[in-house]
């Protein structure tokens, strides 16, 4: 565990963005971090895990302290179940493959999801119609104040949409260490119904998918759809698909009849982000190395050089045009550090 000095996090933020660190460190085991936290050299530190969910508006004074804990371990199964525990460095998207290897259903729908696995039960991630609560068994955290490790269950975390007890209450208060899942081995529950997914299928002369290739279906629709962060600085959808009132999108729809829209609950209804942002004539639009990307327009680009500030300062231009014309506040779904 060594502690460096004024490194740049461009290789730790999907962004790409050159944001510095005044001190930095790279922790690779629970054991680490709890010395760290013991250790008041630096009272303030900032937990970074695979940069994938922020935008770094400005240069970190205080110690970062890059989470890169590895591990995969299979704690039990039963017939038709299996519980696996993946520690928080480990990376989304080679989880996520893993278990397909192993024919583990229920991550299929979440696959090439930008970032590590500790940040995942933080904003609820989710796509294709899976979230990560419906397939949570827990998680295991260190409370910064006390150092001591704590497990949360689903009904701790308090999952919503895009959302949990990690951005809330318990925001800064703990350190996410592993995530246990919830998986099945055979009889999988296929979710096909959400998105491309069937038409991408059907291209593809399957009938009768198994979860790999809804995996496939996902990676080729989304490869297509959101640049490559490796490429292409983003953090892939910046915004929250905007849940409103079934009052308030009637109105909406007699002025725009082909909106798109998902019925959430009886009184709810999801509209895209993406479509609204499109509608309002932000897609492919480029300001310096800011920009919106040309495919999707949910996703803001670095396309070089863009600082955090002025990505910032698209993305409140947008919600600022979106509200102006369909009165609909669009959230960021990406941390903000400002």
């Known amino acids: 565990m060594k502690?460096?000095?004024?490194?740049?996090?461009?290789?730790?933020?999907?962004?790409?963005?050159?944001?510095?660190?005044?001190?930095?460190?790279?922790?690779?085991?629970?054991?680490?971090?709890?010395?760290?936290?013991?250790?008041?050299?630096y009272p303030e530190k900032f937990i970074l895990g695979g940069g994938?969910?922020?935008?770094?508006?400005?240069?970190?004074?205080?110690?970062?302290?890059?989470?890169?804990?590895?591990?995969?371990?299979?704690?039990?199964e039963t017939a038709s179940e299996v519980i696996i525990?993946?520690?928080?460095?480990?990376?989304w998207h080679q989880f996520v493959l893993w278990c397909l290897?192993?024919?583990?259903?229920?991550?299929?729908?979440?696959?090439?999801?930008?970032?590590?696995?500790?940040?995942?039960?933080?904003?609820?991630?989710?796509?294709?119609?899976?979230?990560?609560?419906?397939?949570?068994?827990?998680?295991?955290?260190?409370?910064?104040?006390s150092n001591t490790l704590k497990t949360f269950d689903r009904e701790d975390c308090?999952?919503?949409?895009?959302n949990s007890i990690f951005k809330n209450e318990a925001k800064g208060k703990y350190i996410i260490t592993s995530v246990t899942f919830r998986l099945t081995k055979n009889n999988h529950k296929l979710n096909t119904s959400y998105g491309a997914i069937e038409t991408e299928l059907a291209e593809m002369g399957i009938d009768v998918p198994k979860i790999k290739d809804i995996s496939n279906a996902v990676i080729a629709i989304r490869q297509r759809k959101l640049p490559d962060p490796a490429i292409l600085g983003n953090s892939g959808?910046?915004?929250?698909?905007?849940?409103i009132k079934k009052e308030a999108f009637a109105v909406l729809q007699q002025k725009y009849p082909d909106i798109p829209h998902y019925v959430v609950s009886n009184d709810e209804i999801k509209v895209p982000a993406g479509w609204l942002i499109e509608e309002a004539g932000f897609k492919?639009?480029?300001?310096?190395?800011?920009?919106?990307?040309?495919?999707?327009?949910?996703?803001?680009?670095?396309?070089?050089?863009?600082?955090?500030?002025?990505?910032?300062?698209?993305?409140?231009?947008?919600?600022?045009?979106?509200?102006?014309?369909?009165?609909?506040?669009?959230?960021?779904?990406?941390?903000?550090?400002?």
């Not at 308090?158 to 895009?162: A, D, N, Q, T």
């Not at 910032?312 to 903000?336: P, S, T, Y």
């Open 237 to 243: 959808s910046f915004f929250k698909n905007p849940i």
């Open 3 to 41: 502690i460096q000095h004024n490194i740049s996090l461009k290789p730790y933020n999907t962004f790409g963005i050159d944001s510095m660190a005044k001190h930095f460190v790279s922790i690779n085991s629970v054991k680490e971090l709890q010395q760290l936290l013991d250790d008041h050299s």
């Open 284 to 338: 492919g639009k480029r300001f310096g190395d800011a920009g919106v990307h040309k495919n999707q327009a949910l996703v803001l680009v670095n396309h070089g050089n863009a600082t955090g500030s002025e990505l910032w300062g698209l993305a409140q231009k947008i919600q600022q045009c979106v509200l102006a014309r369909f009165g609909i506040a669009i959230e960021a779904e990406v941390n903000v550090i400002q």
């Open 52 to 76: 994938s969910n922020m935008l770094m508006a400005k240069d970190i004074d205080t110690l970062v302290v890059h989470v890169n804990i590895k591990g995969i371990e299979k704690v039990s």
């Open 158 to 162: 308090k999952f919503g949409y895009r």
């Open 101 to 145: 290897e192993q024919d583990y259903g229920g991550l299929e729908n979440m696959s090439l999801i930008p970032g590590n696995v500790g940040t995942a039960p933080i904003q609820n991630i989710g796509a294709y119609g899976i979230e990560l609560k419906d397939v949570f068994q827990s998680c295991e955290a260190i409370e910064i104040s």
């Open 85 to 91: 525990t993946a520690k928080a460095g480990e990376n």
